[in-house]
């Protein structure tokens, strides 16, 4: 995959496997070496930015690579099913969603700050503050509660710049995923898949590989 992202970033995308042969000899069946979830922008389908072709990529998209029911069945009948190696969560630079769940964790925080400035109870207070993860969980904002833990780690950590806040939530996702699925914990015991991190640079167009 990353020999496929090189070539394109190089402008030398081969675009392997998607001939007329390819497509009749799929028609029984499909073995994906790998299952991606990624970002559902338009700047980031990664058949193409991995230069892949038919059959080579099981891939799960959604806003912000942001994880649900369907989603966890997607991942674990590409694991269990289709027997992927490997499971790449690829996050990308610039991204909308993330943006939106900086904005209203922003706003999130100002409104909780508020309360505990108004409270008369300093122990109050301090429990007003240490209830923003429920407070994010809570909300009306799909965006927010999917994404707004993943923007509270990184402010924790001193990251405040879009970039690394993609790279937190890339972590973030996979860990909700392990967590979630038996599946997926059970084939990573077994040695059986291998979860990667990844973030797409849109201005080089190349993959860079995170390590957690």
Request: net charge negative; charged share 30%.
């Amino acid at each position: 995959m990353l020999q496929g992202n090189k070539r394109f970033a190089e402008g030398k995308a081969e675009h392997p496997w998607q001939d007329k042969e390819t497509r009749h000899m799929l028609t029984d069946g499909q073995k994906p070496d790998a299952a991606v979830l990624s970002c559902s922008d338009s700047r980031v389908p990664p058949e193409i930015i991995f230069d892949q072709g038919l059959g080579d990529l099981f891939t799960v998209r959604t806003a912000g690579q942001m994880i649900d029911d369907a989603v966890i069945a997607s991942l674990e009948y590409a694991v269990k099913k289709l027997h992927v190696s490997l499971l790449c969560v690829l996050g990308h630079g610039r991204c909308g969603a993330l943006e939106v769940a900086e904005r209203e964790f922003n706003e999130l925080v100002r409104t909780v700050t508020a309360e505990a400035e108004e409270s008369q109870d300093s122990i109050e207070a301090e429990d007003i503050m240490d209830d923003l993860d429920e407070r994010i969980a809570q909300s009306d904002s799909i965006v927010l509660r999917q994404a707004g833990i993943s923007v509270w780690q990184a402010r924790e950590a001193e990251l405040d710049c879009l970039d690394d806040i993609e790279r937190v939530h890339v972590a973030h996702t996979i860990e909700a995923l392990v967590d979630r699925s038996e599946v997926i914990q059970q084939a990573l015991a077994s040695e059986q898949l291998m979860i990667v991190g990844a973030r797409y640079q849109l201005d080089t167009g190349r993959v860079e590989v995170l390590s957690f």
